[in-house]
């Protein structure tokens, strides 16, 4: 199997190495790296990557530049796949970047980028199709409720379930989480997507709605 190729853009030169560093050690492609917005735009365009590692905030304004790139490679560029850095516990940025589709998309705080077995799986996750949201944008997320919340109906231990789907957790990596077998994982998945009314959907497509169904409920 062909390695992942990966751009990283980071207007910080010294963190924008090192994430390189740890990827390529971890057996990935660097295809390019970019230090401003325009670069990042330029490159994905050239070299197609199967995913797009990038900071919020880049040159030229240094706000929210490396956001809106990551936007606008979602709009054209459906094949690449984007997992954001931030600074920042941000849900706004979280929400914008989701839109209406949570396939593809990854949303980290740079502190993470420490564990390398953390991001090398939430780069791995959103190549494959999947979201990955940092836990603590997740849990600020599920702690907000609604008038009309959609949620309602699921119990604590299906919102840690479906808290920790969105965070890119398969069902045995929950189960090891939460001291349980894979098979009440399972169980629980399901009667979770049947709660959200997702029950005949396919499997990876379920979870992807459910994770969408969390982020409007916020």
Known sequence: MAPLRVLVADDSALLRKGVVRLLQDAGMDVVGEAGDTEELLRKVQAHAPDVAIVDVQMPPDRTDDGLRA????????????????????????????????????????????????????????????????DPEVV???????????????????????????????????????????????????????????LGAEPSEHRRVMAVLTLLRAS
């Open 70 to 133: 990551a936007l606008a490679i979602r709009a054209t560029r459906p094949g690449t796949a984007v997992l954001v850095l931030s600074q920042f516990l941000e849900e706004r940025y979280a929400l914008d970047l989701i839109g209406d589709d949570a396939r593809g998309v990854g949303y980290l705080l740079k502190d993470r980028v420490a564990d390398v077995g953390s991001l090398v799986e939430a780069i791995e996750r959103v190549a494959a199709g999947g979201s990955a949201l």
């Open 139 to 197: 849990a600020r997320m599920v702690g907000r409720r609604r008038a009309e919340d959609p949620l309602a109906g699921l119990t604590p231990r299906e919102r840690e379930v479906l808290a920790l789907m969105a965070e890119g957790k398969s069902n045995r990596g929950i189960a090891d989480l939460l001291g349980v077998s894979p098979a009440a994982v399972d169980k629980h998945a399901a009667r979770l997507f049947d709660k959200l009314g």
